[in-house]
């Protein structure tokens, strides 16, 4: 039986509306007062179906097991209108029985709802908008504006009558691409339309690696919305923003600190750049967590300005709302909250479901009773609205005219793939990394702690690097010994004398930059995955420079790197750099590694011998607890050959070349991937560390020339080792085993793009048949 | 052979140890250790914690919820635990789907204990080829492969497509070749899209839009005719998709209340021929602007817009 809201009222209908107070200006007059909120829209969505009287079904988590699932569906939801004067509830879907609501949106003027709805279990989700006053016909008209084989969801209104959205249409010639971390679940990225024209004028933005969830309009007139950030051992949530036409897609806040893992739900107050949303565990918390309020104005010599700063820290942009629910995943005990919505008179109406809200909810097969409540942040106390029995109410939105944002004119209109995207920097060596954040640099030439602003003055070239998800790797079970996804390289870009650097590099599809210095080795990597539209200027002010500062370059109208002109790295995608470490489908293919190795290492350093002296193994050995047996396997110190790696269990043996288990399973190790084994013997150093050849030993090893200067050496000769290694003293071992600059550089690459042992060049991708983006046709 | 354990290999263990210590806590792991030195200027609750043997031993306990083993299995992904091996593969048949698949995933990116002679991987193969085993294990069997994305399973999934007396087996063996981005060792895919049972065409369909280099257009035409309504809009949303040209005469067709009954089919097939956007389709958009049921009639106009009438 469905509680209403009268049930909850032991004093009469006004008592309850008088506990929402100028709410609906309720004071016996019929008409709410004009600042007052007469009427509240929200979801309704079912998590128990009950058949003849009897429960058929109970579904807790499905499809909401982490803050960026999408795509639970249980029939019977419902999209209402409760008018907070009578009580009375309408469901604007009334003829939709089987349907469910996933995002819920009023227009600015707050004539319309937008929401998106899957009708039935056939249906997909697709964007739709009501009238909220009946027609001639008695019922809401409801029009439908995306169709297609592809769930669109999380819709907002933006200015101009524009609509954003996610959507998990796969495009551009990675074809479907499954998110990592969400497996079969491809990724959702945003898109937008306009009201009038619909899927005529569908827009799909850039893509990123992992899905992109609850959008939020900005008073300044850019899309606000959170991404999940999966970029090898980065995995949170982090707000972003970008323009409504996809361009200019940048941090908001969660970059330098945030109270939890994963910033969703949120949006943005009266006060521009002021938010309120939800900071959460990533998984475990039925997309539900902490009430927090994000202050992401620049402060500037203790004014606040009107101005967003990217790089506040936890400590000086949130306040916690709700100090008593957990930001993690253990059980809460005061309830967890959902999407909230700024009231006129800044109070919240949230969701709220009260218990532990976790994994104990899926235990008892109980789901959250979430509700719509008022969050007062001055009392902490939430005074109910509504909450009916067998259902959740959400994504709540007062019915009341708000300002419309800016509109920001639309200045990508193109959609064609083989225009490209200009990246670029002022001057790479503007940073605000070491003067907000203290960041620094060790190895190689640079002493532990040398400021970052400082190491780039070194930057001779910026790395550009494509990630791609395991579907593009057709066939391989996984990259390797790594968390990095997959990697090519578009190019790396020369840093001209006054830092500046500019390039041509392939739309659409997630790159990541590093920063080299003259030695071919990473100074800075970007641990954000960045994108551009077709035709679209990324050209930033240095290297994550200070966005509340002007980055100005030095002393001319124009750097030297827009005087000569992007460099071009329009490259077809099966054309690109790749450092597969072996089985290439191209046996010529002359950046395998394995090759190298074999070529150059394998005589001193193989099954028997480890340079001077006898090969040296260690054993990691684990216990099977079922069956009582035990496995082990021997690691070589360093085996730079192909030998397949032995593994001594039920006479198995195993593909893995021993070259590639060599470098990179120390690093491994320490990374706790080895937890619960027993390792006896010698466990070498890290010979490579992904994505970080500065701190891998064998780079440190083999020792690599300076671009600028021959004689100079990224590791001072004669000077000791970081770590054991034979001969004590570093050396040009490069020179002895003769390998060439461009080989040492090779290796460099390979570590510093992530140690992958796969890429799409050993492996059975092939792209995209079709391009919906540019309309190829079959 | 056991080698007598060094001072450095102390130093190690002693440290892994307070690392273990630490990363057993949910709350406070130890998320620098062995990664690139850039990660140590990112704050812990940024970066991916790893999961202890323990807690991937303990999955298969009554009391742990999906979700539970959902977060364990996916922050113990580069976690080398033999003897968590057999635990995980009991999960690939499991009854929640999301168990099985992230289960599979785990064991994917296993470096050992999974694609050795015996092991998890042949196991499951065998499984899929077994016509004694009950549907749900074949099901499960093929989901799984799907789901470990090595191409040695194509071949198993090819003739589980054509051969296993299951539908739901076939159309799971169908989800696996989506999955492995293939079309099937001789191009089963295309059976599949004629197979008498409408969940595997449905699962065909579905699959032809998303494996990149399927192109038997003409397979997915013939459909629009199916019997199945259902069939006929998968069939034209995929065509829509494809921008199938050859396809006109037939989504004309669909899109007409007088051949087509259904208005979720006239509107799939209507937004296929704004997809298209061949101006041979114009008298039938703008006759479906005219449709009884609400939706067609805005997909007729997305249409209308798209051919610019």
């Known amino acids: 039986m469905a509680r209403s809201v009268t049930s909850h009222l032991s004093l009469g209908t006004c008592a309850l509306l008088g506990a929402l107070g100028a709410l609906s200006g309720c004071s016996g007059a019929d008409a709410p007062s004009d600042e007052g909120v007469g009427k509240i829209v929200y979801a309704v969505r079912q998590h128990t179906v009950i058949a003849d009287g009897q429960v058929e079904s109970i579904d807790v988590a499905g499809g909401m097991g982490q803050v960026m699932d999408y795509g639970r569906y249980v029939p019977g939801g419902r999209l209402e209108l409760l008018d907070l004067r009578t009580g009375k509830a309408e469901n604007i879907i009334e003829d939709q029985p089987e349907a ?3 995002s819920v949106d009023l227009s600015f003027d707050a004539t319309k709802v937008l929401f998106t709805m899957k009708k039935d279990s056939a249906d997909a989700y697709h964007v739709y908008w009501a009238g909220l006053t009946r027609g001639a016909d008695g019922k809401f008209p409801i029009t ?53 024209g619909g899927d005529a004028d569908r827009k799909l933005c850039s893509q990123n690696l992992s899905h992109t969830v609850t959008l939020f309009s900005m008073a300044d007139g850019r899309v606000g919305f959170s991404r999940w950030e999966h970029l090898e051992n980065v995995n949170d949530v982090k707000l972003m923003a970008m323009n409504p036409d996809c361009t200019q897609m940048i941090g908001v806040s969660g970059q330098f600190g945030k109270p939890g893992n994963s910033l969703v739900q949120f949006t943005e107050s009266s006060t521009p750049y002021v938010f309120y949303g939800i900071v959460t565990n990533r998984e475990n918390t039925i997309q539900a967590g902490s009430l927090v309020k994000l202050d992401a104005r620049w402060v500037k010599d203790g004014a606040t300005q009107d101005k967003l700063d990217m790089e506040k820290g936890s400590e000086e942009a949130y306040t916690m709302l709700t100090p008593y629910v957990p930001t993690g995943e253990e059980a809460s005990p005061v309830g967890r909250y959902r999407s909230p919505s700024v009231l006129p008179d800044g109070r919240l109406l949230v969701t709220w479901g009260d218990g532990s809200v976790n994994e104990q909810n899926e235990l008892s097969l109980t789901p959250p009773d979430y509700g719509v409540y008022i969050y007062n942040p001055t009392t902490r106390a939430n005074e109910l609205v509504v909450n009916h029995a067998h259902s959740w109410e959400l994504y709540a939105k007062p019915v009341v005219a708000r300002e419309t944002p800016q509109i920001i004119t639309s200045r990508q209109n193109v959609t064609d793939a083989s225009v490209p995207a200009l990246f670029g920097s002022i001057d790479v ?37 494509e990630g791609f998800s395991s579907e593009a790797a057709t066939g391989a079970t996984m990259f390797g010994l790594t968390m990095a996804e997959g990697a090519a390289l578009i190019g790396e870009a020369k840093v001209e004398s006054d830092g500046s650097w500019l390039a041509n ?113 260690y054993t990691v050995a684990s216990m099977n607890e079922v069956t009582g047996e035990s496995s082990e396997y021997e690691i070589p110190r360093l085996d730079l050959s192909d030998r397949p790696i032995t593994v001594t269990y039920d006479r198995e043996t195993h593909a893995w070349p021993a070259s590639y288990v060599s470098i990179f399973y120390p690093a491994a190790l320490e990374m706790e991937m080895g937890m619960g084994a027993e390792v006896t013997g010698t466990v070498p150093p890290k010979w490579g560390v992904p994505s970080d050849a500065r701190h891998s030993v064998l780079i440190e090893k083999l020792n690599i020339t300076s671009s600028l200067n021959p004689a100079s050496y990224a590791w001072q000769l004669g000077t000791p080792f970081s770590a054991p290694v034979a001969g004590d003293v570093r050396s040009d071992h490069a020179a002895v085993a003769g390998l060439t600059r461009e080989e040492v550089r090779m290796l460099i690459r390979a ?13 059975g991708f092939k792209p995209f048949n079709n391009d919906p983006v540019a309309g190829t046709q079959y | 052979m056991t080698f007598r354990i060094s001072s450095l290999f102390k130093t190690t263990v002693a440290v892994g140890t307070l690392l273990l210590a630490a990363g057993a806590s949910a709350k406070e792991p130890n998320v620098h250790t062995g990664r690139a030195a850039v990660y140590k200027d990112l704050r812990s609750e940024s970066l991916e914690a790893v999961s202890t043997p323990a807690e991937i031993k303990g999955l298969l306990a009554s009391n742990v919820a999906p979700t539970r083993i959902w977060k364990v299995l996916e922050h113990g992904e580069k976690l080398e635990c033999l003897a968590c091996v057999p635990v995980v593969s009991k999960l690939l048949y499991n009854s929640n789907a999301k168990t099985r698949e992230i289960s599979a995933w785990w064991l994917r990116r296993r470096i050992f204990g999974v694609f050795g002679p015996g092991q998890v991987y042949e196991q499951t193969l065998k499984n899929l080829a077994d016509g004694t085993q009950p549907d749900s294990t074949r099901l499960y069997a093929a989901n799984a492969l799907g789901e470990f994305l090595s191409l040695s399973g194509v071949p198993a999934l090819s003739k589980a497509v054509i051969s296993d007396t299951s539908p739901r087996v076939r159309g799971a063996a169908v989800a696996g070749l989506e999955r492995l981005n293939s079309a099937g060792q001789n191009g089963e895919l295309t059976a599949a899209l004629g197979d008498s049972d409408e ?27 199916d019997s199945s309504s259902l069939v006929r809009r998968r069939a034209a949303e995929a065509l829509g998709v494809m921008k199938a040209s050859d396809s006109v005469a037939g989504l004309i067709a669909l899109s007409s209340v007088e051949q087509e009954p259904e208005p979720a089919v006239r509107s799939a097939a209507i937004w296929a021929l704004g997809q298209i956007g061949d101006s041979a389709a114009s ?27």
């Open chain 1, 100 to 102: 469910d609501v996933s």
């Open chain 1, 144 to 196: 439908q504006l995306t169709f297609g084989p592809h769930d669109d969801q999380q819709a907002i209104w933006a200015a101009g009558d524009r609509i954003v959205f996610t959507t998990n249409q796969a495009y551009t010639d990675m074809g479907t691409r499954a998110d990592e971390y969400n497996h079969a679940r491809v990724v959702t990225q945003l898109a937008s339309i306009t009201l009038t």
């Open chain 1, 429 to 465: 060596r503007q940073t605000s990394l070491y003067s907000r954040h203290g960041n620094t640099v060790g190895g190689a030439q640079f002493a532990d702690g040398t400021p970052l602003d400082i190491a780039l003055r070194g930057a001779v070239k910026v790395r550009i690097i």
């Open chain 1, 505 to 617: 590099v392939p739309p659409y599809i997630p790159m990541h930059l590093q920063a080299i210095d003259e030695f071919e080795l990473t100074i800075r990597n970007e641990t954000t995955w960045i994108q551009g539209m077709p035709g679209e200027d990324r050209v930033c002010g240095g290297c994550h420079e200070d966005r509340t500062q002007p980055s100005l370059p030095g002393g001319q109208a124009i750097t030297n790197a827009r005087g000569r002109g992007p460099e071009e790295f329009m490259v077809p995608v099966l054309e690109r750099v790749e450092y597969p470490w072996a089985g290439a489908n191209d046996l010529a293919n002359p950046n395998q590694i394995q090759t190298l190795l074999t070529a150059k290492c394998v005589s001193c350093h193989n099954e028997t011998t480890n340079g001077n002296g006898p090969q040296e193994f």
């Open chain 1, 751 to 763: 570590i510093d793009m992530g140690g992958q042992y796969y890429a799409r060049q050993n492996t």
């Open chain 2, 199 to 225: 969940t595997v065409r449905l699962a065909a369909l579905h699959a032809s839009t998303r494996i990149n280099v399927f192109a038997d257009v003409e397979a997915v035409v013939a459909l629009v005719s």
């Open chain 2, 283 to 309: 008298d039938a958009i703008l006759a479906a602007q005219s449709d009884s049921d609400g939706f067609v009639r805005n997909a007729a106009a997305v249409a209308g817009r798209m051919l610019r009438l």
